[in-house]
């Protein structure tokens, strides 16, 4: 079975990081997927890790260590657009299981 | 270039009736992917098609099909709606082997009352 944990919520001033965690137990692995997804519409590509270690894009950065089936997903200098939820998907063959999402709040 | 698309974008249908989505993929994807997302949670997997072949299915009622066309396009159909069908249904399209990410469609909102 598919495990795949992480915070419901997580509120943060505008301008400041935050950083969103997601664990997983998995029957399988081919990388984690973070993905942003604004109310109603579809979930849009944030990053992939297959490796472990940190990949930067821009404000966004993204973790993994496999060992421990961790990952997160960092945020800096948070803009008010970034209020969304955030997804985290495990990679199984050709299969995305997904946690249930992070709720962003950024407040003013 | 053309995302990946789906129609229609809202839909109300009622207890027992049928109904089809659709889905084009992006142009040189040849994978189509399905997913369920109820208000609340994340997307879950119904069925991935790769060259009009059923590659997996998810944990869903026979209720559900998929068929992927020639042109690499894609239905999925559900009947004998319920009033626990009522979710917004995601198309994503993929190279084959999924880890160059997969797009995600705009999605179908289906309401069933």
């Known amino acids: 079975g598919q495990n795949i944990d992480q915070p419901t919520e997580m509120t943060a001033t505008e301008g400041a990081i935050v950083q969103i965690n997601c664990t997983y137990q998995?029957?399988?692995?081919?990388?984690l997927f973070w993905y942003q997804q604004h109310a109603g519409e579809a979930p849009t590509f944030l990053s992939y890790n297959v490796l472990d270690g940190l990949e930067e894009k821009g404000r966004f950065s993204s973790f993994l260590s496999r060992s421990k089936g961790y990952s997160y997903l960092l945020l800096k200098e948070l803009q008010m657009k970034d209020s969304a939820s955030y997804l985290c998907?495990?990679?199984?063959?050709?299969?995305?299981?997904f946690g249930a999402g992070t709720t962003v709040t950024v407040r003013a | 270039d053309a995302g990946v698309t789906q129609s229609p974008t809202h839909l109300i249908k009622t207890r027992g009736q049928h109904v089809t989505l659709r889905c084009s993929p992006i142009?040189?994807?040849?994978?189509v992917s399905w997913y369920q997302q109820v208000l609340g949670q994340g997307p879950q997997f119904i069925f991935q098609?790769?060259?009009?072949?059923?590659?997996g299915r998810g944990n869903f009622p026979d209720r559900f099909s998929a068929r992927q066309f020639p042109n690499y396009s894609s239905e999925l159909n559900v009947n004998a709606l319920l009033l626990g069908d009522s979710a917004l249904y995601l198309c994503?399209?993929?190279?084959?082997?999924?880890?160059?990410?997969?797009?995600f469609g705009s999605g179908t909102r289906l309401t069933v009352v």
């Open positions: 142009s040189g994807h040849k994978s």
């Open positions: 098609y790769y060259e009009k072949e059923e590659r």
């Open positions: 998995t029957s399988g692995f081919n990388g």
């Open positions: 998907a495990v990679l199984n063959d050709y299969k995305l299981s």
């Open positions: 994503a399209s993929s190279l084959p082997q999924g880890s160059y990410g997969y797009t």
